[in-house]
T-cell receptor, first 109, second 113 residues
Framework: AQRVTQPEKLLSVFKGAPVELKCNYS??????LFWYVQYSRQRLQLLLR??SRESIKGFTADLNKGETSFHLKKPFAQEEDSAMYYC???????????FGQGTRLTINP | KAGVTQTPRYLIKTRGQQVTLSCSPI?????VSWYQQTPGQGLQFLFE???????NKGNFPGRFSGRQFSNSRSEMNVSTLELGDSALYLC????????????FGPGTRLTVL
């Protein structure tokens, strides 16, 4: 079965420090990978997707098929990055999103 | 463009009752998906509707059902409510293509007493 694992439930870093949120997946085919973010009192929203190869709010994520990982990175964390982050995948052309358990990121001033 | 809307935002029901939740997608979107979010299980996929047809289904009992209307609005029904059905129910709308962005609504918070 398809699975997404985010090993860290909580992650705390200082402002200006680098951030890496880990995501590993299990799927034998070629999935589509996404990072979704939920800021306090806001709805879940897409942060970035691997197919776009774009950088959003300074975040990037590289799909490593060998390690089946899609880690989210940002070189210099900002306080407004504090939020809940979810890694997710879809497969076989379906809209069904399989989510990881999420990582709560806190940026300390 | 108006975002995804869900009604009602909050619901309190008792065990054994049934409930219907509604989702209005972004104009032009033909796909609506439903998710259940709980502290223990996280975000779990319930089902997806595309052009009034259920296209995908998650691993939930038959008490959970849904439908989609010709204007793409969708409803989700849960019958014979159980305490464990207490959750935030999210719907998401999209074009229907896998790699495209799905836009989430604010959710309906269901509490079963």
């Amino acid at each position: 079965a398809q699975r997404v694992t985010q090993p860290e439930k909580l992650l705390s870093v200082f402002k200006g420090a680098p951030v890496e949120l880990k995501c590993n997946y299990s799927y034998s085919g070629s999935p589509e990978l996404f990072w979704y973010v939920q800021y306090s009192r806001q709805r879940l929203q897409l942060l970035l997707r691997h197919i776009s190869r774009e950088s959003i709010k300074g975040f990037t994520a590289d799909l490593n098929k060998g390690e089946t990982s899609f880690h989210l990175k940002k070189p210099f964390a900002q306080e407004e990055d504090s939020a809940m982050y979810y890694c997710a995948l879809t497969f076989q052309g379906a809209q069904k999103l399989v989510f990881g358990q999420g990582t709560r990121l806190t940026i300390n001033p | 463009k108006a975002g995804v809307t869900q009604t009602p935002r909050y619901l309190i029901k008792t065990r054994g009752q049934q409930v219907t939740l509604s989702c209005s997608p972004i104009s032009g979107h033909r796909s609506v998906s439903w998710y259940q979010q709980t502290p223990g299980q996280g975000l779990q996929f319930l089902f997806e509707y595309f052009s009034e047809t259920q296209r995908n289904k998650g691993n939930f009992p038959g008490r959970f059902s849904g439908r989609q209307f010709s204007n793409s609005r969708s409803e989700m029904n849960v019958s014979t409510l159980e305490l464990g059905d207490s959750a935030l129910y999210l719907c998401a709308s999209g074009s229907g293509r896998a790699a495209d962005t799905q836009y989430f609504g604010p959710g309906t918070r269901l509490t079963v007493l």
